[in-house]
């Protein structure tokens, strides 16, 4: 999710066209440090939003590999204004390991004058602060691949090496009619624009419907990178997407297949505990203001039957394969009481 550098910053959401913009920094930190920058605990630092979908992916695939102790993280306060993403969440507004007040500073020290926006999640090099990637499409696949040897024991393999032509082809399709879908209807500046999105919107999670009917996961039996990517659309769907972003054919909650699919999910320690509902809302409703020009936050959607039974076991399945749940939040990355069920 990213902070437009263009004049009109927040107000100019959903008065302009949409279009997401490519990750401009594609380096990659992998095993042989063949783009510089090597695996290597406790140098990088990763930035997110709780709020933004794409920097979730990276909260929750982190927490499944159990890379806590190795990759630290920085959460930005999901009001953003006009300058990026800001660290006002800390003490005296600055983040405390990069010592910085915005995120786009370590874009600065990265490359002054680059295209594009500051978006969130950010890999970031602690000793020079600089920014080192923002390909949040690749982060997710080679923190499960590349970072192998900082894996927790019993770690879950989300990119099984038999499965990845499958879950590449679904991931895709998710992508485009889902993940990117709903911000296309909800930033449409046009009628036909707007219809065209929401209706690829829900055909697709209509047939994903269809796909989860006979089976509890997206590809094969266990939890994959596939799953990650639906799911972090999904819990937000009632929240922000049906009202804000006017994807309102049906709610989540009125899906039996996708309403029980993502409850099962969100009840998979490693998801639901990185999910901070508050964070959510206000940044939509109050950040998005060419869409909301009067920052009102919803009340709702009831968020207690996130917590109810979904009976999807009885599809078979074993969340982590052969390896096991991932332990208990640490209390600093704790998401407080009053923001989820």
């Known amino acids: 999710m990213s902070r437009d550098d263009g004049d009109d910053g927040n107000t ?33 630092r990763l930035v997110v939003s709780r ?60 490359e002054s004058d680059y295209p594009g926006g500051v978006s969130v999640p950010a890999l970031v090099d602690v000793p020079s602060g600089r920014l080192v990637t923002n390909d949040y499409q690749q982060l997710t696949l ?27 082809e679904v991931m895709a399709d998710v992508y485009e009619d889902v993940n990117n879908g709903v911000y296309r209807a909800g930033f449409a500046t046009g009628q ?25 996961y997206l590809v094969g039996g266990t939890i994959t990178e596939a799953d ?26 009125e899906n039996q297949v996708l309403w029980a699919y993502a409850r099962d999910l969100y009840q998979t320690p490693g998801f639901g505990d990185t999910v901070d509902f508050d964070h959510i809302k206000r940044h939509y409703y109050q950040v998005h203001t ?5 920052r009102v936050v919803p009340l709702g959607p009831d968020l207690s039957g996130w917590l109810t039974p979904h009976h999807r076991e009885e599809l078979g399945g074993r969340p ?22």
């Open 12 to 44: 100019g959401y959903g008065r302009r066209a949409f279009k997401r913009s490519k990750a401009h920094f594609a380096d990659r930190v992998t095993a042989d440090g063949r783009d510089g920058w090597p695996v290597e605990a406790g140098r990088y």
């Open 51 to 110: 709020a933004c979908p794409w920097a979730s992916r990276s909260l929750v695939s982190r927490r499944l590999l159990g890379l806590e102790d190795s990759l630290s993280l920085a959460v930005a306060d999901p009001i953003q204004d006009d300058r990026s993403w800001r660290f006002t969440l800390d003490e005296d507004g600055r983040d405390p390991v990069l010592g910085i007040r915005f995120l786009s500073e370590a874009y600065d020290r990265r």
């Open 290 to 294: 060419g869409i909301n020009p009067t």
């Open 142 to 168: 080679d923190l499960a691949t590349e970072w192998t040897a900082l894996h927790r024991d019993g770690a879950p393999d989300l990119y099984p090496d038999a499965l990845r032509d499958e879950i590449d």
């Open 320 to 341: 982590f394969g052969d390896g096991t749940p991932p332990g208990p939040v640490r209390a600093q990355e704790r998401i407080p009481a009053a923001h989820t069920p």
């Open 228 to 253: 990650i990517r639906l799911f972090t659309t999904l819990v937000r769907f009632d929240a922000v997407y049906h009202g804000h972003f006017k994807c309102n054919r049906w709610k989540l909650t």
């Open 192 to 216: 036909e624009e707007y219809e065209a999105a929401c209706t690829g919107v829900f055909r697709r999670l209509e047939l994903l419907a269809g796909r989860l009917e006979r089976q509890r």
